[in-house]
Protein backbone atom coordinates (compact mmCIF):
# COMPACT_ATOMS: atom_id res chain seq x y z
CA UNK A 1 0.00 0.00 0.00
CA UNK A 2 1.44 3.48 -0.85
CA UNK A 3 2.42 5.82 2.59
CA UNK A 4 3.06 9.49 2.85
CA UNK A 5 5.31 11.61 5.46
CA UNK A 6 3.50 14.40 7.06
CA UNK A 7 4.99 15.92 9.26
CA UNK A 8 3.46 16.62 12.98
CA UNK A 9 1.00 18.27 13.75
CA UNK A 10 -0.39 18.18 10.72
CA UNK A 11 -0.75 13.96 10.02
CA UNK A 12 -2.48 14.32 13.34
CA UNK A 13 -4.80 16.83 11.95
CA UNK A 14 -5.29 14.63 8.61
CA UNK A 15 -6.31 11.34 10.27
CA UNK A 16 -8.44 13.79 12.70
CA UNK A 17 -10.56 15.04 9.97
CA UNK A 18 -9.61 19.15 10.69
CA UNK A 19 -7.15 19.04 7.06
CA UNK A 20 -8.42 18.22 4.35
CA UNK A 21 -5.99 19.89 1.71
CA UNK A 22 -2.13 18.50 1.86
CA UNK A 23 0.47 20.94 0.06
CA UNK A 24 3.52 19.89 -2.11
CA UNK A 25 5.63 21.62 -4.28
CA UNK A 26 5.11 18.48 -7.13
CA UNK A 27 2.45 16.84 -8.54
CA UNK A 28 1.36 13.13 -8.75
CA UNK A 29 -1.05 11.13 -10.39
CA UNK A 30 -2.18 8.80 -7.56
CA UNK A 31 -5.23 8.08 -6.30
CA UNK A 32 -6.80 6.21 -3.52
CA UNK A 33 -6.53 5.32 -0.07
CA UNK A 34 -2.93 5.10 1.41
CA UNK A 35 -1.34 5.62 4.65
CA UNK A 36 0.68 8.64 6.73
CA UNK A 37 3.78 8.21 7.95
CA UNK A 38 4.22 10.98 11.05
CA UNK A 39 8.19 11.27 10.96
CA UNK A 40 10.28 11.82 14.15
CA UNK A 41 10.94 15.79 13.21
CA UNK A 42 7.66 17.82 14.64
CA UNK A 43 7.30 21.11 13.66
CA UNK A 44 7.33 23.16 16.96
CA UNK A 45 6.75 26.53 15.46
CA UNK A 46 3.63 24.89 13.65
CA UNK A 47 2.09 23.41 16.93
CA UNK A 48 2.39 26.89 18.80
CA UNK A 49 0.68 28.47 16.09
CA UNK A 50 -2.12 25.91 15.75
CA UNK A 51 -2.21 25.59 20.00
CA UNK A 52 -1.46 22.18 20.02
CA UNK A 53 0.71 20.35 22.62
CA UNK A 54 3.80 18.58 20.86
CA UNK A 55 4.36 16.40 23.94
CA UNK A 56 1.49 14.50 23.07
CA UNK A 57 1.85 13.84 18.95
CA UNK A 58 3.32 10.06 17.99
CA UNK A 59 6.21 10.55 15.74
CA UNK A 60 8.45 7.40 13.52
CA UNK A 61 4.87 5.62 12.73
CA UNK A 62 2.46 5.16 10.81
CA UNK A 63 -0.94 6.70 12.40
CA UNK A 64 -3.79 6.24 10.01
CA UNK A 65 -4.60 6.49 6.75
CA UNK A 66 -6.59 8.56 3.86
CA UNK A 67 -8.04 8.93 0.73
CA UNK A 68 -6.78 10.83 -2.10
CA UNK A 69 -9.43 12.01 -4.26
CA UNK A 70 -7.89 14.69 -6.36
CA UNK A 71 -4.64 17.23 -7.49
CA UNK A 72 -5.96 20.89 -7.46
CA UNK A 73 -3.17 22.92 -8.91
CA UNK A 74 -2.70 26.68 -7.70
CA UNK A 75 -2.14 29.59 -10.29
CA UNK A 76 -1.45 31.93 -7.28
CA UNK A 77 -0.47 32.33 -4.30
CA UNK A 78 -3.86 34.31 -3.18
CA UNK A 79 -5.95 31.24 -4.72
CA UNK A 80 -3.85 29.22 -2.04
CA UNK A 81 -4.49 31.57 0.76
CA UNK A 82 -8.45 30.66 -0.21
CA UNK A 83 -8.01 27.39 1.44
CA UNK A 84 -5.70 28.12 4.40
CA UNK A 85 -8.78 26.69 6.76
CA UNK A 86 -8.29 23.21 4.92
CA UNK A 87 -4.30 23.58 4.48
CA UNK A 88 -3.75 25.38 7.94
CA UNK A 89 -0.22 25.70 6.81
CA UNK A 90 1.99 28.70 7.24
CA UNK A 91 3.17 31.21 5.33
CA UNK A 92 6.07 29.18 4.55
CA UNK A 93 4.45 26.99 1.91
CA UNK A 94 2.68 29.77 -0.13
CA UNK A 95 4.95 28.73 -2.60
CA UNK A 96 3.32 25.06 -3.20
CA UNK A 97 1.57 24.93 -6.19
CA UNK A 98 -0.38 21.84 -5.67
CA UNK A 99 -2.78 20.60 -2.89
CA UNK A 100 -4.21 16.86 -2.61
CA UNK A 101 -7.92 16.25 -1.70
CA UNK A 102 -8.39 14.00 1.18
CA UNK A 103 -11.18 12.42 2.24
CA UNK A 104 -12.47 9.68 4.43
CA UNK A 105 -9.28 10.00 7.14
CA UNK A 106 -8.98 7.90 10.06
CA UNK A 107 -6.62 7.56 13.01
CA UNK A 108 -5.49 4.05 13.66
CA UNK A 109 -5.40 2.62 17.44
CA UNK A 110 -2.05 1.54 17.42
CA UNK A 111 0.43 3.64 15.34
CA UNK A 112 2.80 1.03 13.71
CA UNK A 113 6.72 2.33 14.09
CA UNK A 114 8.11 2.70 10.77
CA UNK A 115 10.61 4.66 9.07
CA UNK A 116 9.11 7.20 6.72
CA UNK A 117 10.58 8.03 2.84
CA UNK A 118 10.44 11.30 0.32
CA UNK A 119 7.34 11.21 -1.75
CA UNK A 120 4.42 7.99 -2.06
CA UNK A 121 6.75 5.06 -1.11
CA UNK A 122 5.65 1.82 -0.64
CA UNK A 123 4.43 -0.49 2.73
CA UNK A 124 4.10 -3.74 3.40
CA UNK A 125 2.99 -4.53 6.45
CA UNK A 126 3.05 -8.35 7.58
CA UNK A 127 -0.20 -9.92 8.54
CA UNK A 128 -0.05 -11.76 12.37
CA UNK A 129 -0.11 -15.12 11.87
CA UNK A 130 -3.12 -16.29 14.10
CA UNK A 131 -5.00 -18.99 14.18
CA UNK A 132 -8.91 -18.76 14.12
CA UNK A 133 -9.09 -21.37 16.97
CA UNK A 134 -6.61 -19.79 18.87
CA UNK A 135 -8.16 -16.39 19.09
CA UNK A 136 -11.63 -17.55 19.54
CA UNK A 137 -10.13 -19.56 22.65
CA UNK A 138 -8.88 -16.25 23.87
CA UNK A 139 -11.54 -14.42 23.68
CA UNK A 140 -13.52 -17.11 24.96
CA UNK A 141 -11.31 -16.91 27.86
CA UNK A 142 -10.85 -13.17 28.46
CA UNK A 143 -14.40 -12.74 28.69
CA UNK A 144 -14.96 -15.88 31.27
CA UNK A 145 -12.30 -14.03 33.67
CA UNK A 146 -13.76 -10.80 32.77
CA UNK A 147 -17.35 -12.55 34.80
CA UNK A 148 -15.70 -13.58 37.46
CA UNK A 149 -13.40 -10.10 37.76
CA UNK A 150 -16.50 -8.49 37.58
CA UNK A 151 -19.13 -10.47 39.99
CA UNK A 152 -16.39 -10.18 42.89
Known amino acids: ?4 SVSQPFANLIIQGKKTIELRRW ?9 IHAPLRIRKDDC ?3 KINSKNLVTGAIVGMAELYDVKKYKS ?7 SKKHLASKNFLSSRYSF ?9 IPIPFKGKLG ?9 KIKTNDLLEELIDEEY ?5 GRH
Open 101 to 109: LLKNAKPFR
Open 120 to 128: FFEVKLKKP
Open 48 to 50: KRL
Open 1 to 4: MKCL
Open 77 to 83: SSELRLD
Open 145 to 149: RYQWI
Open 27 to 35: NTSFRGEFL
